[in-house]
């Protein structure tokens, strides 16, 4: 029996299903030598979701990393001779329009994301599968490189495993659970174990569905549960006898029904000579405690492998036979059908990156078969290099604040991912139903008796729109297009397009409570956040200055954009927005622990600092009416980027003179107690309340402004994104050599361009919004550009413009096509849209202050 060693660089808990060994496989590539592996069972494991995986492989998705970590997983497999890419088709049924169409989005952003999907009729899909009834099938997307990982992930994981233990780099432990993470001080020092005691500052957790008990052991929450998944075997099907295969049919898709199937090759290969169905629960799936999983020594069959309840299918299943009904000729293996369980998460995104919590405390949970190397390699790279290839704010376990980690949070959110595995098609703009009313600000409850359209973001109840101005607004309303595509319609009301214009004439005010914002004050401050920024904000920077920055990663990729106000000379405000401010926080501390500056404290005001947004042409005008002192507001006495307290009718309000709609006005930040009232005073002197959509999307586009995580990603610069500062600043700043490197190109790879939609009917005539990322193509080729990194060409944020009266995207660009004139195309739902680029860089469309619209 191996000693377990005092001492490892990385200790791996859970180290025997395939994440675990990609974990450890390709840390080893990047040069580990001196790693330990912990599996609380047999190595491979015999009792983890990858013991009992299907290790179907499709390609394409809606979102880019996973597209990245399938694709490179597919490459990964194949390499060791364990892939076999039999293709994968997704059909639509009959009357199920909705289905083909969400195919059609599918094959698009597979053009978006660098994967081959293609549409097929129904008579090409029974061609490929001819097991269904063909007066089922309305089409379908077959996906060329999908395919199956054979014989087992489980045998690619002990393979990885063994070659990484004759390495001499890992040593493998197995029967040897982690009773307890060391955690002194808020960091990781060792693992306590059966067998004694590893010290270590790095744990890395890739535990699957038991993911949740090693968390906890080090101070953390990690957001998962598993979920039954109900996986059923008919036979015998020896339509493939004698031929060795392990499969000889794609896979198939039946999303509609929430169901996937495939076949088992010949009866002599590993499955042996079956049908396999398998089924997402779309109504009330069954999720599991991570701590009610049976030990190996009381389950059936294994722990990860539940007793399958026939009321789970049963509906399903007859809807199964009636596409496929040879499932309804063959027997049902019940001996070896089982609830195998996965895991789920709220926003249905993996958990990988460093614990909030602790550090040293590393997780890579929640991986499908399909992507468990690629999310190794990611997880290595983030280790050893400090950023993974791709930006991972999608996956980043940071990106939760606490309140979404609760118990009764995770269980709600992730019965409605549950639900969505398969079936629905999940719309971009899709609400939650649960963890809501979670963070309101003070101007709530008149958003609410304004009949405010409630969407969520990080937790925030923000209004998009309200129904009172459908009334109020009825004059501008007749400016705004309808949308009779239900999809471009779905969670978009129309009035907060008048409610755009109303404030472009007049003024509004728009509730920016969800802002995450952090008080700093020390000796360190200044340094610590000098550190950070692009900008210059400390020096000789005025007290009550405000600075619009940005956080680069070592690599001089966008990590976060983000103002920065001077509060004192040794105190400064930092403003984030919503969705990013807990990352931008963790970004904060740990760049600052790791300088080596600690003599700094930070306030977090985000849960009782209110803000309101009061902009437009009348701004100055309404505020000053209100102000105690009038001409305290005037340009001369309180110019642009600037900050500091006022009274309005005797209210406290610090007001920071910015604009993220490009009209002007404030930022008005109050304590939570004087939100009301300073809501009234407004209200009451005529302000228009203004939905969040009007900020966040419409006007944000026609001021072409870009948003962290969307536009601006680490895989991009700064100066291809048009925001690099004039001047490189004097003081050193984290990237600060390769911002220097980027700054002395003749050209950039890539440039983010304004584009204007030409012409926006469909081929029936009906006018059409687009929503979410779709892939642009050169009218030429009919190809997707791509950059001299490799980096394609998408929408990443796109809007209907009321003040320009067109579809506004936002999108990078290789250097020969960011040219402003050109026209590509943009493929919506397998129609293509002239699209103009009508700006290289930042540069806006619509200028209240010019007065003009351009573009």
Same mark, same amino acid.
């Given at each position: 029996?191996?000693?377990?060693?005092?001492?490892?660089?990385?200790?791996?808990?859970?180290?025997?299903?395939?994440?675990?060994?990609?974990?450890?496989?390709?840390?080893?590539?990047?040069?580990?030598?001196?790693? &330990?592996?912990?599996?609380?069972?047999?190595?491979?494991?015999?009792?983890?979701?990858?013991?009992?995986?299907?290790?179907?492989?499709?390609?394409?998705?809606?979102?880019?990393?996973?597209?990245?970590?399938?694709?490179?997983?597919?490459?990964?497999?194949?390499?060791?001779?364990?892939?076999?890419?039999?293709?994968?088709?997704?059909?639509?049924?009959?009357?199920?329009?909705?289905?083909?169409?969400?195919?059609?989005?599918?094959?698009?952003?597979?053009?978006?994301?660098?994967?081959?999907?293609?549409? &097929?009729?129904?008579?090409?899909?029974?061609?490929?599968?001819?097991?269904?009834?063909?007066?089922?099938?309305? *089409?379908?997307?077959?996906?060329?490189?999908?395919?199956?990982?054979?014989? =087992?992930?489980?045998?690619?994981?002990?393979?990885?495993?063994?070659?990484?233990?004759?390495?001499?780099?890992?040593?493998?432990?197995?029967?040897?659970?982690?009773?307890?993470?060391?955690?002194?001080?808020?960091?990781?020092?060792?693992?306590?174990?059966?067998?004694?005691?590893?010290?270590?500052?790095?744990?890395?957790?890739?535990?699957?569905?038991?993911?949740?008990?090693?968390?906890?052991?080090?101070?953390?929450?990690?957001?998962?549960?598993?979920?039954?998944?109900?996986?059923?075997?008919?036979?015998?099907?020896?339509?493939?006898?004698?031929?060795?295969?392990?499969?000889?049919?794609?896979?198939?898709?039946?999303?509609?029904?929430?169901?996937?199937?495939?076949?088992?090759?010949?009866?002599?290969?590993?499955?042996?000579?079956?049908?396999?169905?398998?089924?997402?629960?779309?109504?009330?799936?069954?999720?599991?405690?991570?701590?009610?999983?049976?030990?190996?020594?009381?389950?059936?069959?294994?722990?990860?492998?539940?007793?399958?309840?026939?009321?789970?299918?049963?509906?399903?299943?007859?809807?199964?036979?009636?596409?496929?009904?040879? %499932?309804?000729?063959?027997?049902?293996?019940?001996?070896?059908?089982?609830?195998?369980?996965?895991?789920?998460?709220?926003?249905?995104?993996?958990?990988?990156?460093?614990?909030?919590?602790?550090?040293?405390?590393?997780?890579?949970?929640?991986?499908?078969?399909?992507?468990?190397?690629?999310?190794?390699?990611?997880?290595?790279?983030?280790?050893?290099?400090?950023?993974?290839?791709?930006?991972?704010?999608?996956?980043?376990?940071?990106?939760?604040?606490?309140?979404?980690?609760?118990?009764?949070?995770?269980?709600?959110?992730?019965?409605?991912?549950?639900?969505?595995?398969?079936?629905?098609?999940?719309?971009?703009?899709?609400?939650?139903?649960?963890?809501?009313?979670?963070?309101?600000?003070?101007?709530?409850?008149?958003?609410?008796?304004? *009949?405010?359209?409630?969407?969520?973001?990080?937790?925030?109840?923000?209004?998009?729109?309200?129904?009172?101005?459908?009334?109020?607004?009825?004059?501008?309303?007749?400016?705004?297009?309808?949308?009779?595509?239900?999809?471009?319609?779905?969670?978009?009301?129309?009035?907060?397009?008048?409610?755009?214009?109303? %404030?472009?004439?007049?003024?509004?005010?728009?509730?920016?409570?969800?802002?995450?914002?952090?008080?700093?004050?020390?000796?360190?401050?200044?340094?610590?956040?000098?550190?950070?920024?692009?900008?210059?904000?400390?020096?000789?920077?005025?007290?009550?200055?405000?600075?619009?920055?940005?956080?680069?990663?070592?690599?001089?990729?966008?990590?976060?954009?983000?103002?920065?106000?001077?509060?004192?000379?040794?105190?400064?405000?930092?403003?984030?927005?919503?969705?990013?401010?807990?990352?931008?926080?963790?970004?904060?501390?740990?760049?600052?622990?790791?300088?080596?500056?600690?003599?700094?404290?930070?306030?977090?005001?985000?849960?009782?600092?209110?803000?309101?947004?009061?902009?437009?042409?009348?701004?100055?005008?309404?505020?000053?009416?209100?102000?105690?002192?009038?001409?305290?507001?005037?340009?001369?006495?309180?110019?642009?980027?600037?900050?500091?307290?006022?009274?309005?009718?005797?209210?406290?309000?610090?007001?920071?003179?910015?604009?993220?709609?490009?009209?002007?006005? @404030?930022?008005?930040?109050?304590?939570?107690?004087?939100?009301?009232?300073? @809501?009234?005073?407004?209200?009451?002197?005529?302000?228009?309340?203004?939905?969040?959509?009007?900020?966040?999307?419409?006007? =944000?586009?026609?001021?072409?402004?870009?948003?962290?995580?969307?536009?601006?990603?680490?895989?991009?610069?700064?100066?291809?994104?048009? %925001?690099?500062?004039?001047?490189?600043?004097?003081?050193?700043?984290?990237?600060?050599?390769?911002?220097?490197?980027?700054?002395?190109?003749?050209?950039?790879?890539?440039?983010?361009?304004?584009?204007?939609?030409?012409?926006?009917?469909?081929?029936?005539?009906?006018?059409?919004?687009?929503?979410?990322?779709?892939?642009?193509?050169?009218?030429?080729?009919?190809?997707?550009?791509?950059?001299?990194?490799?980096? !394609?060409?998408?929408?990443?944020?796109?809007?209907?413009?009321?003040?320009?009266?067109?579809?506004?995207?936002?999108?990078?660009?290789?250097?020969?096509?960011?040219?402003?004139? !050109?026209?590509?195309?943009?493929?919506?739902?397998?129609?293509?849209?002239?699209? !103009?680029?009508?700006?290289? +860089?930042?540069?806006?469309?619509?200028?209240?202050? +010019?007065?003009?619209?351009?573009?």
């Amino acid at each position: 029996m191996a000693t377990l060693p005092s001492q490892a660089d990385a200790v791996i808990i859970g180290l025997g299903g395939i994440v675990g060994a990609s974990v450890a496989h390709h840390l080893i590539e990047q040069g580990w030598t001196n790693l &330990v592996g912990l599996e609380k069972s047999a190595i491979p494991s015999d009792i983890g979701s990858t013991a009992h995986a299907s290790d179907f492989c499709f390609m394409t998705a809606h979102d880019r990393l996973s597209c990245y970590t399938t694709t490179y997983s597919q490459r990964f497999y194949e390499a060791l001779g364990h892939y076999h890419k039999i293709g994968g088709l997704e059909i639509a049924r009959v009357g199920d329009e909705a289905r083909l169409a969400e195919l059609q989005r599918k094959v698009a952003s597979g053009k978006a994301f660098g994967t081959r999907a293609c549409m &097929v009729d129904a008579d090409e899909v029974m061609a490929r599968f001819p097991l269904l009834d063909r007066e089922q099938v309305l *089409g379908g997307m077959w996906d060329p490189d999908a395919g199956l990982v054979i014989p =087992r992930s489980q045998r690619v994981a002990g393979e990885l495993i063994e070659g990484a233990v004759n390495s001499g780099h890992l040593r493998a432990f197995a029967d040897t659970p982690a009773l307890d993470i060391d955690v002194q001080a808020g960091r990781v020092c060792g693992v306590q174990t059966t067998k004694g005691y590893v010290a270590t500052s790095l744990v890395i957790v890739t535990s699957g569905i038991w993911g949740p008990i090693p968390a906890a052991m080090g101070g953390a929450a990690l957001p998962l549960m598993p979920v039954e998944h109900p996986l059923m075997f008919f036979g015998p099907f020896e339509t493939f006898a004698g031929t060795g295969k392990e499969i000889g049919y794609p896979l198939l898709r039946d999303q509609g029904n929430s169901a996937y199937m495939r076949d088992t090759g010949d009866p002599t290969s590993t499955e042996g000579g079956q049908l396999e169905w398998g089924y997402y629960e779309s109504r009330e799936p069954r999720l599991v405690d991570p701590r009610a999983i049976l030990e190996r020594d009381r389950a059936r069959l294994s722990p990860s492998m539940r007793d399958l309840e026939l009321d789970q299918v049963d509906e399903a299943f007859e809807r199964a036979v009636e596409l496929a009904p040879i %499932l309804g000729e063959l027997g049902w293996d019940e001996k070896h059908s089982f609830n195998g369980l996965l895991s789920v998460t709220p926003d249905g995104g993996s958990l990988v990156g460093e614990s909030p919590e602790t550090r040293g405390l590393w997780f890579c949970e929640a991986v499908w078969v399909k992507d468990g190397p690629g999310m190794g390699k990611l997880l290595a790279d983030w280790l050893t290099r400090g950023h993974p290839e791709i930006d991972p704010c999608g996956i980043d376990i940071a990106r939760f604040y606490p309140v979404q980690k609760t118990p009764h949070h995770v269980h709600g959110r992730c019965l409605e991912i549950a639900r969505k595995i398969y079936d629905p098609p999940v719309h971009p703009r899709e609400p939650f139903e649960t963890g809501r009313d979670l963070r309101r600000g003070p101007f709530w409850s008149r958003e609410q008796e304004l *009949g405010g359209y409630f969407m969520e973001a990080a937790g925030w109840e923000r209004a998009h729109g309200y129904a009172a101005n459908e009334t109020r607004l009825d004059r501008y309303l007749e400016r705004v297009p309808e949308r009779p595509a239900e999809w471009d319609a779905r969670h978009f009301w129309r009035v907060s397009n008048a409610e755009h214009l109303a %404030l472009s004439d007049d003024v509004g005010m728009i509730n920016l409570s969800h802002f995450a914002i952090y008080d700093l004050q020390g000796r360190d401050a200044e340094a610590l956040l000098e550190w950070l920024s692009v900008a210059r904000v400390g020096g000789d920077t005025p007290i009550g200055k405000g600075v619009y920055t940005h956080f680069l990663d070592a690599f001089g990729g966008v990590h976060s954009d983000l103002t920065i106000v001077r509060l004192a000379t040794d105190a400064w405000r930092v403003i984030c927005g919503g969705d990013t401010g807990h990352r931008d926080l963790m970004w904060i501390t740990r760049r600052g622990e790791e300088a080596g500056l600690t003599r700094w404290h930070l306030e977090d005001r985000s849960d009782g600092l209110a803000t309101l947004g009061l902009w437009g042409p009348n701004a100055r005008r309404t505020l000053q009416a209100l102000a105690d002192d009038p001409e305290g507001l005037t340009e001369e006495r309180f110019p642009f980027a600037t900050a500091r307290e006022i009274r309005v009718c005797g209210l406290p309000v610090w007001a920071f003179r910015i604009s993220y709609v490009g009209e002007q006005g @404030w930022e008005l930040y109050v304590p939570f107690s004087y939100g009301l009232a300073l @809501w009234d005073l407004l209200f009451e002197a005529g302000v228009t309340p203004v939905g969040i959509e009007t900020y966040a999307n419409s006007r =944000r586009l026609e001021k072409s402004l870009r948003l962290q995580n969307v536009d601006l990603l680490t895989d991009y610069n700064l100066y291809e994104a048009g %925001l690099a500062r004039p001047k490189v600043k004097g003081a050193d700043f984290h990237g600060k050599a390769a911002y220097v490197e980027q700054r002395e190109r003749q050209h950039q790879p890539a440039y983010l361009c304004t584009l204007v939609m030409e012409a926006n009917h469909d081929g029936a005539g009906t006018p059409r919004f687009p929503v979410g990322q779709s892939p642009l193509l050169d009218p030429q080729s009919g190809d997707v550009p791509v950059d001299t990194l490799g980096r !394609r060409s998408y929408v990443t944020s796109i809007a209907y413009g009321p003040s320009l009266e067109r579809n506004i995207a936002l999108a990078y660009l290789p250097l020969d096509h960011a040219e402003e004139g !050109r026209t590509l195309l943009l493929e919506y739902f397998a129609e293509h849209y002239p699209m !103009r680029v009508a700006a290289v +860089g930042y540069r806006a469309l619509y200028d209240p202050e +010019g007065a003009r619209p351009r573009g």
